[in-house]
């Protein structure tokens, strides 16, 4: 097998941990049932492995069973949040708060909602990527119905002071979502400490299979009301019909275990992996760190370097080390990231830019090898240009 670069992607996705897979295997075949039959033991089988599963997530973040709706991923959950909350409480008010620096999937529905009537506020951020709470307080009108702030940003890797976001939105009788894509499994979740309302949720950036996530809707002080967005056979509390997939929630629930279990010893080891790297780069003239150093996810590290082209780097490192610059989604185009141009960083720093994602499968030694050969690769692009 030809050598495959190391892989530093972990934030776009992330292999199928092998436990999980094994956890899985059984509802493919076996236990094939669909966990709405209530007629037989194939559906009670499968009601059962759901229930199970649907627990293990909501002890996850401090949340009660029948809190969790699952769906297709974090894309789907914000989705189903953000016009959920938008169709149901127009009659309140039509204004939406979020940040520039939000995952397109937060970004896209407020803008429809836009084109629709509603009001939506981006919020900027500041140098560091965090949100000013201040200024979040003197943007809230009386007609805010919503407030939708990630927890941990998937670009830079910041984490947002949630707990007080959660807590001004409350005060003011607004709802709150928070997109914990990169954040569950990575950071202690709880809903009742963050104050969170909604918390959107994914499988695959903690080693479970693509499309499987969930939403948390909360139900006491306040019960949230949510118009559904998908219709049909009335599962999940009508919030979300559609058969459910059995074997993806089962790895969802298993890799949110594992993650948990491991929280602590992995976040040590991504962090002294990541310091190394940034340790051994920053060693060059004209590297900058993007996002605050100290209230980030332990395996991110994004860097802006001065003096090179983007695309020019990302294809020097190809065949040794596969990460993505600017946003992954949008890797395919020359646009700086939206997220970086709300640093305020000019636009050609913004396009020179590289994430890291160290996760749990890489060793010290691969980011030995990826140090030592992006400080080589910049230095010749460097050279090459004068
Ligand atoms: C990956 C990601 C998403 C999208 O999640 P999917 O499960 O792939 O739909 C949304 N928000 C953030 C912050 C992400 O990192």
């Not at 039509?94 to 629709?116: D, G, R, W």
């Not at 998937?154 to 949630?162: L, M, Y």
């Amino acid at each position: 097998m030809i050598n495959r670069p190391i892989y530093l992607d972990n934030h776009a996705t992330t292999p199928v941990d092998k436990r999980v897979l094994t956890a899985m295997m059984p509802y493919f075949t076996e236990y094939f049932g669909n966990p709405s039959s209530n007629a037989h033991i194939y559906g009670w089988e499968s009601e059962a492995a759901v229930k199970q599963a649907r627990n293990i997530i909501a002890e996850a973040i401090n949340a009660e069973e029948t809190e969790i709706i699952f769906t297709s991923g974090a894309t789907e959950a914000n989705n189903l949040a953000i016009k959920g909350v938008a169709e149901a409480y127009f009659t309140k008010g039509k204004h939406i708060i979020t940040l520039q620096t939000e995952h397109n999937a937060v970004i896209e529905p407020c803008q429809y909602l836009e084109t629709l009537g509603f009001d939506v506020t981006f919020l900027p951020v500041e140098k560091n990527g965090l949100l000013d709470l201040n200024l979040l307080t003197k943007t809230i009108r009386p007609d805010t119905i919503l407030v939708s702030v990630m927890t941990a940003n998937n670009e830079i890797g910041v984490i947002q002071d949630i707990s007080k976001i959660g807590a001004i939105c409350h005060e003011n009788e607004i709802l709150f979502h928070t997109d914990c894509a990169q954040a569950i499994g990575k950071i202690t979740l709880d809903v009742k400490k963050m104050n969170v309302d909604l918390m959107s949720l994914t499988a695959h950036k903690i080693y479970g299979m693509k499309g499987i996530g969930a939403l948390y809707i909360r139900r006491k002080n306040p019960r949230v009301k949510l118009a559904s967005q998908i219709q049909g056979g009335g599962q999940e509390r009508g919030f979300r019909s559609g058969t459910l997939c059995t074997p993806q929630i089962v790895g969802f629930a298993e890799a949110v275990k594992i993650a948990l279990l491991e929280l602590d010893s992995e976040n040590k080891r991504q962090q002294e992996l990541r310091d190394y790297l940034w340790q051994q780069l920053s060693t060059l003239e004209g590297i900058y760190l993007n996002g605050d150093l100290f209230q980030r996810l332990s395996g991110n590290l994004n860097i802006s370097v001065d003096g090179v082209d983007g695309s020019a780097l990302l294809l020097a490192l190809q065949s040794v080390v596969a990460v993505s610059s600017g946003s992954a989604c949008s890797s395919t185009s020359t646009k700086p990231s939206h997220v970086l141009k709300a640093l305020g960083h000019p636009d050609s720093l913004a396009k020179a830019s590289l994430r890291f994602g160290i996760g749990r499968f890489n060793t010290k030694e691969e980011i030995e090898t990826v140090a030592q050969f992006t400080i080589k690769a910049i230095n010749n692009l460097r050279h090459a240009r004068i």
